[in-house]
DNA sequence: GGCCAGGACACCA
DNA sequence: TGGTGTCATGGC
């Protein structure tokens, strides 16, 4: 198949899997979050961690009024720590959050609708830039917090696509975003509602022990195709 | 009791 | 550049 030919098959069976989880969930309303601070610390705190648990850490994070740049500047390490622990990798995640609270305060008053206000590819460096900020945290604090219109790649993105046979199991995360971004039309309300999407049938259907039967995705697996 | 979860980083060959 | 170990809690 041609090149522009086959760009075209991806970008349309990308659409089908979007309106395949749509209709099956409805809108997900991804991510949770009262501010924009509590979703970029919970995309720190979600690390490699079962979100489950990470509800925990930021009900704790409230309870002891720290859920601000400032309070989390101000608190001991073992108030914050403390707070964490249920996230697990607490103490990493402590500096973590710390460092980029140190960075929102030094830069933009502590504001991050200020440095929202900065252009994309310039603040997904400075973020990549900061300790303990990769790519997907990255992202998910592009996306859901500062309101840019970037792909959020993860876990079950990779996982869910190399299953359906559009990417290679270990395609890279630079090269799956640039992928989606070149397939799926940028516009922000859609990133955010196919990664939710993408998360809950992930979450549901497609752990490393992955469970097909009433996925809506299911009937896209190629005949043979191994789940996993 | 073992496996797994929405990563990121250091270290090594 | 790619593989491996480390970080840690909670649910099933």
Not at 69 to 92: C, H, I, N, V, W
Not at 132 to 160: N, S, W
Not at 196 to 225: E, M, N, S, Y
Request: proline share 7%; with cysteine; hydrophobic share 40%.
């Amino acid at each position: 198949m041609s090149r522009p030919a086959h760009s075209k098959r991806l970008a349309a069976k990308l659409q089908d899997f979007y309106g395949r989880m749509s209709a099956h969930y409805g809108p997900t309303h991804w991510w949770p979050g009262d501010t924009d601070f509590e979703i970029a610390i919970g995309a720190i705190l979600t690390q490699n961690t079962a979100w489950t648990n990470v509800e925990k850490a930021i009900v704790n994070l409230k309870a002891a009024r720290l859920l601000s740049p400032k309070a989390m500047l101000a608190a001991s390490d073992a108030a914050l720590e403390t707070a964490l622990r249920p996230s697990g990798y607490f103490r990493q995640k402590a500096k973590r959050v710390r460092l980029f609270c140190e960075h929102l305060m030094t830069h933009y008053g502590g504001s991050l609708r200020r440095m929202a206000a900065r252009p994309l590819p310039e603040l997904r460096d400075e973020l990549l830039a900061l300790h303990g900020i990769g790519p997907e945290t990255a992202d998910d604090i592009l996306l859901y917090a500062c309101g840019k219109p970037v792909f959020v790649v993860d876990a079950y993105t990779r996982r869910i696509l190399s299953r359906h046979g559009l990417v290679e199991p270990n395609v890279g995360y630079e090269a799956l975003r640039a992928l989606l971004e070149t397939h799926v039309p940028s516009d922000l309300h859609a990133y955010r509602e196919y990664h939710g999407l993408i998360v809950w049938t992930g979450k549901d259907f497609c752990r490393t022990h992955p469970r097909c039967a009433g996925c809506p995705l299911a009937p896209t697996l190629r005949p043979g195709q191994p789940p996993g």
